[in-house]
């Protein structure tokens, strides 16, 4: 059986090679959620890490283009309400 694409971010322009939109896509966030229940710190710890990476990498792709907060997109999304 041939292995499911994953929704792991494409590099550098971090959107979701299976859908196409910005990742973490809704997949991601449940996966993630998933490999990170009952650590929620460490999920935190994790998107905040991938949050820089992705703001470096955004950052070269478009240098004269400044960057939204990327928070609510990589941490937001998954803090406790």
């Not at 929704?7 to 939109?21: D, F």
């Not at 460490?42 to 928070?71: C, M, R, S, W």
């Amino acid at each position: 059986m041939p292995e499911r694409p994953k929704h792991s971010p494409l590099r550098p322009s971090w959107r979701c090679p299976v859908c196409g939109i910005l990742w973490p896509c809704s997949a991601a966030k449940l996966r993630l959620l998933g490999e990170y229940r009952g650590d929620r710190s460490g999920l935190l710890i994790h998107l905040a890490k991938i949050q820089e990476e992705a703001t470096a990498d955004l950052t070269k792709l478009n240098p004269d283009v400044a960057l939204p907060d990327l928070t609510p997109r990589f941490v937001g999304w998954a803090e406790t309400r």
